[in-house]
């Protein structure tokens, strides 16, 4: 007996995959206005520059279910304006627990709509959802699922055949970004953000380059223009919502001489020499009984390069680098 395949038409198979993508929304999306800020987690670390704090705040709630929030209906709305509540932005993001009323005040308070989202934007779905972008394709929202709570999902998934709008809050930042730049050393660091009127230290050098010491910042990679020491105390080095670039300054590294006794007796430190400068080498202060010194050579058996005791010399080593130079002894007639 043969098995015949059952063939369903595209339509009806287009209905399915939707039905399951609205089964990502709880029922009732727009409500009345319901504020539960006060059941917040509190777990997150807020940097003063609004979009980021906004997906903090959220991030902080992601997979609490709705009665672990205390909402009691459509409640997507209510939650964005809860996360600007607690951080006091409800300026830019005026409370509103329905989905096209707060797209309407975001608006009014400023808010602009943009074509490509950035983390912060909110993403309103029709008049059914809206939820805060968490990057360039994923947003995190209230109301999700079943049973409902906070998740993140990609927006495609959130409301299929909806018309999406993105909007960009006014938010009011109140705090500004350092960006460190290695200016020619390796290494990676992160940027700082301060808070405005707050004196916050620099975060040390973490850059390197070889051959070369760090010698401080400056807002200028050439060195023309605002120095700052290594960790220095800053306060508003630019506006709040802004970023200010500080370059590594550098200074080529002295190199070091090394004093070798090499039989002899005695003890003599390492000497640094700046490159390009002329420096007489240290006197020798080694001894060795029977034997009288004759001067130096960068080879132990005396084949290599020779310098004569107390030798004007300059350039003799890389920046950074140490040579060795090995007391060469004749025996006492």
């Avoid at 999306?29 to 959220?58: H, K, L």
């Avoid at 939820?131 to 959130?158: F, H, L, Q, Y």
């Avoid at 200028?220 to 960790?231: E, L, Q, R, W």
């Avoid at 004093?259 to 490159?275: C, D, E, L, V």
Wanted: hydrophobic residues 40%; glycine residues 10%.
């Amino acid at each position: 007996m043969h098995t015949r395949a059952i063939a369903y038409p595209a339509g009806i198979v287009l209905a399915l995959i939707m039905i399951l993508c609205l089964a990502l929304i709880a029922p009732g999306t727009a409500a009345a206005m319901q504020s539960r800020s006060a059941s917040f987690n509190t777990n997150f670390t807020t940097t003063g520059i609004g979009a980021q704090d906004m997906i903090a705040v959220a991030k902080a709630q992601e997979e609490r279910h709705q009665e672990d929030l205390g909402y009691t209906e459509g409640w997507c709305a209510d939650f964005v304006s809860d996360c600007a509540k607690v951080l006091g932005l409800s300026r830019a993001i005026p409370f509103n627990g329905m989905v096209s009323s707060l797209q309407d005040a975001v608006l009014n308070a400023g808010g602009t709509v943009v074509k490509t989202p950035q983390p912060g934007d909110l993403v309103f779905f029709s008049d059914y959802h809206v939820g805060i972008m968490t990057d360039a394709t994923n947003c995190i929202s209230g109301n999700m699922s079943s049973p409902s709570r906070v998740r993140t999902c990609k927006v495609e998934w959130v409301v299929p055949g909806s018309t999406i709008v993105y909007v960009r809050p006014a938010y009011v930042a109140t705090a500004y970004r350092i960006a460190f730049k290695a200016n020619g050393g390796t290494g990676k660091m992160s940027a700082q953000t301060i808070k405005k009127d707050a004196t916050k230290a620099l975060k040390a050098n973490a850059f390197t380059r070889t051959g070369y010491t760090f010698k401080g910042w400056n807002t200028k990679a050439d060195g023309t223009g605002t120095t700052y020491a290594n960790s220095q105390k800053v306060k508003n080095l630019t506006k709040a919502g802004k970023t200010i670039k500080l370059y590594a300054q550098w200074k080529k590294a002295p190199y070091k001489v090394a004093f070798k006794a090499n039989g002899g007796k005695g003890t003599m430190s390492a000497q640094k020499i700046k490159r390009g400068k002329t420096v007489a080498l240290k006197a020798n202060s080694f001894k060795r009984a029977g034997y009288r010194f004759v001067g130096w050579n960068t080879k132990k058996n005396g084949s290599g390069k020779s310098y004569k005791n107390g030798q004007a010399v300059k350039n003799i080593a890389k920046a950074g680098k140490t040579i060795k130079l090995y007391a060469q002894w004749k025996k006492k007639a």
